[in-house]
Every structure is written in C-alpha cells, then in structure tokens.
C-alpha cells in the first residue's frame, strides 16, 4: 500500500514542466516549485527543473514534508527521468525514485523502451503479496507513462479528455481526464487561463482488491487537475490540483511555472 501512496503523491505533487523544441534551438531549463497543503495547512513542497534539448528532456526534483508532517513522519523523496519528447507526450526511458518515510527506505528504477517496461529494480524487495493481490498482467508494461512526466502534454497534444496509463514498479493504473471548464490562474511566471480536468481513479494490477484506500479512490469524484501553457516552452502542464481525502481536501498549487 506504501507503494500506491508514493504513486498517487507522484501522480499529485510531482507536476513537472517540459516541452518539445524545435530542430536546432537552444536547450530550455525550466523551473517548477509546488506547495501541498491538507485543510489549509503546508504538510510539503517539492521542486523541479526540467531540461529539454531537441527531442530529448530530463526532469530531477525533490520532495519534502514540512515541519508541521514532519511530527508525524519525515519523507524525502528525489526523482529523475530522461527521455524523449514525441508529438503527444514525454515517453520516459530512464526513471529512477529514491524516498525515505520516517525509517522506511525505497529506490525504484525502471527502464523503457518505446513506452514498454523493459525491466524494474525494487530496493528492498517487495514482500510477498496475499491472496486479494491482483498481480501485473505482461499487457501491464506495454504502452505505459511513468508518473512524474505523464502529466505533461506539448502544446499540439489533447490535454483532456484522455486516459493515461500510468506505472509506477508496482502499481498500473489509468487516469481518465475529462475537461469541465477554463478558469484564471496566477502565480510567479504565470499569468492567464488554466484548463480544468476532472479526474477519475481506476486501478489495473499491482494492488489488493480488498484495501479500502482503493475502494475509496475508485469511487472518488472530485478530483481536479489545472493546465497552464507555457508560452515559451509551449506545453501544457499543471498549475493545479485537489484530491479530496476523508479528513480534508489537498490542494497542490503552483507557486513557481516556469523560468
């Protein structure tokens, strides 16, 4: 269950910004910061820089639990991804996550190939899974994003509707966005009109079907995602997000896009 919290956080807070550049340009180095807040108070902060150079990008960052989450556990996380950028999305080859969770330690690489997992690397091992485990079908690792740049999209790509299908080393999932509306978006480097994704849970393989974290995400309705476009980079990434959980909303908002 750790392992599905690390990828709906990545899924959440790990909003990262890249885009496609033309033949011959410049590399672009774009930052993004973010804070998460839960009923209102900051429980973390996570930063990005993006670096795209043709048709290939890398993206690094780090996440960190406030003072105040840090009374009841410490995380730190660190990410980093490289690929390639198509016409419609950023189709990661390298990923690699390394999180600590009070005393817990985990490092997950994965390896991909054409949208394909070609291998996955979990430290320490996962433990052996019961009966009510649905487990990893081979169609599970064909044709899937990694999380932290799954929800970057270059200008010329549909935002939402769409689905993605999202594997994080142990968890596939889809992600369905449906688009509600546009509505007006400040922060540092951003000034103008975001577009709003409901989002709806659906989890595949890789969890327990009798944990009641996924039967309340699955019926989960609420969920918001907020699209910028940055000019510069032209591409479309969050600024914005909700997640509704049972003891208070969790808002993760853009305090940095671009520059």
Not at 185 to 194: C, D, I, P
Not at 203 to 226: A, C, D, F, H, Q
């Amino acid at each position: 269950m750790m392992r599905l919290k690390m990828l709906l956080t990545a899924v959440a807070v790990m909003l990262v910004a890249g885009a496609a550049q033309p033949a011959g340009a410049e590399p672009v180095q774009i930052r993004t910061d973010y804070s998460v807040t839960l009923i209102g108070l900051p429980v973390a902060s996570a930063r990005f820089v993006t670096e795209v150079d043709g048709k290939s990008y890398t993206i690094s960052g780090d996440l960190r639990s406030s003072a105040l989450s840090d009374i009841f556990s410490r995380i730190r996380g660190n990410a980093s991804v490289s690929g390639k950028v198509t016409r419609s999305k950023l189709e990661a080859s390298d990923l690699l996550v390394t999180y600590t969770s009070g005393p817990k330690k985990q490092r997950i690489a994965i390896t991909f190939k054409d949208g394909n997992v070609r291998s996955t690397v979990n430290e320490p091992e996962a433990r052996t899974q019961g009966a009510d485990w649905v487990p990893l079908r081979k169609g599970d690792l064909r044709a899937v994003l990694d999380p932290l740049s799954a929800l970057v999209f270059p200008a010329g790509a549909a935002v939402c509707p769409r689905s993605l299908p999202i594997y994080d080393g142990q968890s596939r999932i889809t992600l369905h966005l449906t688009q509600k509306s546009s509505r007006p978006f400040r922060t540092k480097g951003f000034t103008g009109e975001a577009i709003v994704c409901a989002v709806r849970f659906e989890p595949n393989s890789g969890y327990r079907k009798t944990s009641s974290s996924i039967r309340y995400l699955r019926g989960l309705k609420g969920m918001e995602v907020w699209f910028g476009k940055h000019e510069a980079a032209d591409l479309y990434a969050p600024v914005y997000a909700k997640v509704p959980t049972k003891i208070g909303q969790v808002v993760v908002a853009a305090t940095r896009f671009g520059g």
